[in-house]
């Protein structure tokens, strides 16, 4: 990202906070609905300033994963790739035990990719060979137990098949990692 960008989103992002109701009155309850209406109004910047508040302000808060999960994911589809990967570093750190973190170390996986740090590549692609290993019995494929459903509203899925497993997310594969 720019820094003219940068500092355009600072602004854009200062105008909208002022606009909203002070996030330090919400409690990470109220925040958390408050970004869930954004999202179904069609506000995803006003989402990510909500998801954002509760990741920054409230550590101890059982929305703060998701919320945490959100706001790598926005600067993922806003091409802001530094940030997405240190907040899905962020997420792995603290959550290492989430259901949804496989989804976290594939966006990992897709920004060390793009960056195309072949070392980074090839260590992000071992700890997915190295995640829970399914055993596929007569069938070609299997879905991941989990799919998720994120704040922001996009559908994942993980499809482990006999030589790979596939990240999907709305229906297209964004990776693949080949056994």
């Given amino acids: 990202m720019t820094m003219k960008a940068k500092i355009l989103l600072i602004i854009v992002s200062s105008f909208l906070l002022l606009s ?16 869930l209406g954004a ?22 808060s059982k929305y703060r994963p998701l919320a ?12 802001d790739y530094e940030d997405a990967f240190n907040t899905f570093s962020e997420f792995i750190e603290d959550y290492p035990d989430s259901r949804i973190k496989p989804y976290a170390v594939f966006f990992l996986l897709k ?23 399914v055993i596929l019995v007569f069938k070609e494929t299997k879905e991941y137990r989990y799919k998720y459903r ?3 509203g996009r559908k994942y899925k993980l499809v482990y098949h006999i030589d ?4 999907n997310a709305d229906g297209e594969i964004l990776e693949q990692v080949f056994y």
């Fill in 68 to 79: 945490l999960f959100a706001c790598g994911e926005y600067y993922f589809y806003k091409s």
């Fill in 20 to 35: 909203l109701k002070p996030a330090c009155a919400q409690s990470a309850g109220e925040k958390y609905k408050s970004g």
């Fill in 111 to 133: 920004i060390a990719r793009s960056w195309q740090k072949e070392e980074l590549v090839k260590t992000i692609e071992k700890e997915i060979r190295d995640m829970k290993q």
């Fill in 164 to 167: 790979r497993v596939e990240f």
């Fill in 39 to 60: 999202v179904k109004d069609g506000n995803e910047d006003y989402a990510y300033l909500y998801f954002l508040s509760i990741a920054r302000d409230n550590p101890g």
């Fill in 150 to 152: 994120s704040l922001l």
